[in-house]
């Protein structure tokens, strides 16, 4: 019999690539995939070849609408999950449902950690902290299958929870380079994804103090957009920096070809963001566009493997601005072997074959057969 999975995340499902990734590996090597999100900020239309569906809720609080989630998506998991289903949860936020279902029939449940959800900035200290720490503590010494997005982060849960998570890194797909590198007046600095703190973009924003001829493009959205905005225009920016909103994946790429220089400078904001691999970075990779860095434990890493940008020193203005200047000073050009090299390592087809490893062995331990 066809495998089922049903894949679940408390997500509008739209902007979620690794979620869009998984779902589509899985489906092209013979799964039958069930995708179930919700509809907390909205739920833009989407075709997938697979079924999917969102969980309306009603909650107007963040907070409310986490226990709302997860109530609604136990019920819809005892509807639709047999003898015949593997569970897929993404991160925390979703794993206690899966767990309790996956224990009742007892049936496989892979758990796809995207980050430390219990350590992510946006929680540090609060009531909600604690909860999602018990979820942690109760069920991932429990789980026999469990993938994440970075080498730090498994290393994270080993020592935490002693388990072993299989890293599976957010590579996009490999994309074949076959344009031309743009000439750019002014050249262009890009940052693109979440604009939420810890990311260094008012860092980066005052570095552009520093710089001449550069527009610094920031394309997405996040709580922290309207304080950027407004520090943009108390310190008479304007003309050099530029908000492009939240961009549809396929309009962000297109964007992120153009670029002369990427960024991924996050700060230490908590364990999440200190051991993380920022999607942003894979992206670059792939579109041949050199970055600067921080001194995190994972792009760190990045930089001594490949040579594909410049570490900034420090978040100060002024050091930044200098790494910037150093990567437009080589040039694009002066980067692209290098990025080459990167490009064939850290993609999506290295990495789906060690996803499909785990639910290969999640599907035999249970008598699946392929």
Known sequence: MKKKIITSAFSNLYTDQRIEKVCGTLYENGYEVELIGNDWNGAEEMRRPYLFSRIHLASKSLKTAYFEFNWKLYHQLIKKADRNTILHANDVDALYPNYLIAKKLNIPLVFDSHEIFSEMPAIQGKMSQKLWRYVEKTVIPELTWMITASGSYGRWFE????????????????????????????????????????????????????????????????????????????????????????????????????????????????????????????????????????????????????DVGELIKDHQPEHIAAAINKVLAKGRDHYQPELERASNMLCWENEEIKLLQVFQKASNAFGFKQ
Not at 198 to 211: E, Q, S, W
Not at 263 to 289: H, T, W
Request: hydrophobic share 35%; with cysteine; proline share 7%.
């Open 159 to 306: 020592k935490k929870y002693g388990i072993s998570p299989v890293v599976v890194q957010n590579a996009p797909r490999r994309l074949g380079f076959n344009i031309d590198i743009p000439q750019n007046n002014p050249k262009i600095l890009l940052y693109q994804g979440a604009i939420n703190p810890f990311r260094g973009i008012d860092k980066v924003i005052l570095a552009m103090h520093h710089t001449e001829n550069l527009l610094l493009k920031i394309a997405g959205d996040g709580p922290k957009k309207q304080e950027y905005e407004a520090l943009v225009v108390s310190e008479k920016l304007q003309s050099k920096v530029e908000f492009l909103g939240k961009l549809k994946p396929e309009d962000l790429r297109k964007v992120t070809l153009t670029a002369d220089c990427g960024m991924s400078i996050e700060e230490n904001g908590g364990e999440s963001y200190f051991y993380s691999l920022p999607n942003k970075v894979l992206d670059c990779i792939q579109a041949r566009v050199p970055l600067i860095l921080s001194n995190l434990p994972e792009l760190q890493n990045i930089k001594n493997q490949f």
